[in-house]
């Protein structure tokens, strides 16, 4: 019953990937049909990472007051009104406010699945668990490129009409209400958070909820455990997050600080160039819009290749391990990607052409580098950040953490176009590179391994 529970919540992971790699295919389309130049494409494409940023930054908090399960209904609800706002936008500004709905929804939801699957789990499978979210989310990235492509395919081009005299490119967006609507209705059968309504002092309401997740026998045990975890006389609130000090507020305590860490370096490797503007970057170096939709439906099997094979893993090896060898590999593999595009050529009208051999090596070595993110940052990152934090501060936690990552993915989404023609493709990559080797210096000193214990063992 846990797993039917936790597969619920990773609907929103899947919601999260569909609604994040769906602009990949609509980039051409909003061009065209917005008239906007390559610094307002760039802010059409980003723009819902601020609402990313304000969605998992306001999800967190809200969460201690209304509850996990209460988050992640509201979040489904703005991933419909998003779809089809999407869609039907006539202009930049409409387009940009819809697209900032769906960013809430986003943000809500990469915070709150894992949250809610960390808190529901038992330690022995919590990260194999909190894992199917991450492949949830691939699996919406990947749905959201073969959607992107039949519907490309199907009209001939995203700026095609097709079905009622709509463009596919907004087609593209519509797909998603399907499986919003789904997650709202599921969600509705699924209980809330035990460890939530003991922060919220609903005690009896814990008990019963525990009790169908691990019988009665263990429900006594852990709902003690639970309440001796936190603070009991109050609610979480953001101030838990800064150390005591003689009776006053210190300074932030270094667990929250090893959360921001964590969720930054995840985007500043680049991942999200690869999901947001792969078809565009492909065809910058010489493939055809229909080769470049394709090569994004192989590099999202891959994702999900290297998640599930994450999943037989984390609970055996732990969540270090897979963070360092993924950044050595990650390291290695962009630093790849950066020496090949460094040999490319431009013609007279600014389009970029790679060699045979390096176009080859770019190929290979990006889907090596999404092979490792996958396998390591993707999910063990939103494994740990759901469970690193101890109970009083895990929704706090997870609100800075998660205003953090999304601060830092609107700035890489915003600033690859302008690396693009600035400093080019091998320059962009060699600054991802440059951040994968710090990651390796992050993980080694500052990370702590949280593989077999019951979220009420961690201390921060």
């Excluded at 002092?201 to 309440?227: D, H, M, N, P, W």
């Excluded at 176009?417 to 000193?445: C, D, E, K, N």
Aim: proline share 2%; charged share 10%; net charge positive.
């Amino acid at each position: 019953m846990i797993t039917l529970i936790c597969c619920v919540a990773t609907i929103g992971g899947f919601l999260f990937g569909f609604d994040s790699g769906v602009i990949n295919g609509t980039v051409t389309g909003l061009q065209q049909a917005f008239h906007s130049d390559t610094a307002g494409t760039g802010f059409n494409v980003a723009s819902m990472l601020l609402g990313c940023a304000a969605g998992a930054f306001f999800a967190g908090r809200l969460a201690d007051l209304w509850g996990r399960k209460t988050l992640l209904l509201i979040a489904a609800v703005l991933f419909v009104v998003s779809a089809w706002g999407s869609g039907i936008a006539t202009g930049s500004p409409e387009f940009v406010f819809y697209r900032i709905l769906g960013g809430l929804a986003v943000g809500a939801a990469s915070v709150m699945s894992p949250a809610y699957i960390s808190e529901i789990a038992p330690a022995a499978l919590r990260g194999r668990l909190t894992t199917i979210n991450q492949i949830a989310i691939i699996f919406g990235l990947f749905a959201a490129f073969v959607s992107n492509y039949w519907l490309a395919q199907a009209a001939g081009s995203a700026v095609n009409d097709w079905w009622l005299g709509y463009t596919a490119w907004r087609w593209m967006f519509w797909i998603e209400i399907a499986p919003a609507m789904l997650f709202f209705c599921t969600l509705l059968l699924i209980p809330e958070s035990p460890r939530y309504l003991v922060l919220s002092r609903q005690t009896e309401k814990a008990r019963a909820v525990l009790s169908k997740l691990y019988g009665k026998a263990a429900a006594a045990g852990k709902l003690e455990s639970i309440r001796q975890s936190t603070v009991s006389n109050r609610r979480p609130r953001l101030s838990d997050l800064l150390e005591s000090n003689g009776g006053g507020v210190g300074k932030v305590r270094k667990i929250v600080w090893v959360g921001i860490g964590l969720a930054t370096f995840q985007q500043l490797v680049g991942i999200n160039v690869v999901f947001y503007y792969g078809a565009v970057l492909w065809q910058a170096v010489g493939f055809s819009e229909a080769d470049a939709l394709l090569i994004n439906i192989i590099s999202g099997g891959v994702s999900i290749a290297a998640c599930l094979i994450t999943m037989t893993l984390i609970d055996r090896i732990g969540r270090k391990p897979l963070l360092l060898a993924g950044s050595i590999g990650m390291a290695v593999t962009l630093g790849l990607v950066a020496f090949a595009f460094a040999g490319a050529t431009v013609d007279a009208n600014g389009k970029l052409h790679l060699s045979q051999s390096m176009g080859l090596l770019a190929l290979i070595a990006a889907n090596v580098y999404v092979f490792f993110f996958n396998g390591s940052w993707g999910p063990a990152m939103w494994t740990l950040l759901g469970e690193m934090f101890p109970n009083q501060i895990r929704g706090s936690g997870l609100a800075v953490s998660g205003l953090s990552q999304w601060v830092a993915n609107f700035g890489i989404t915003m600033t690859f176009p302008i690396m693009l023609t600035g400093i080019g493709l091998a320059g962009a990559y060699g600054i991802y590179t440059l951040f994968a080797l710090l990651s390796i210096v992050f993980v080694v000193y500052l990370v702590q391994e949280t593989k077999g214990l019951e979220l009420e063992e961690i201390r921060g």
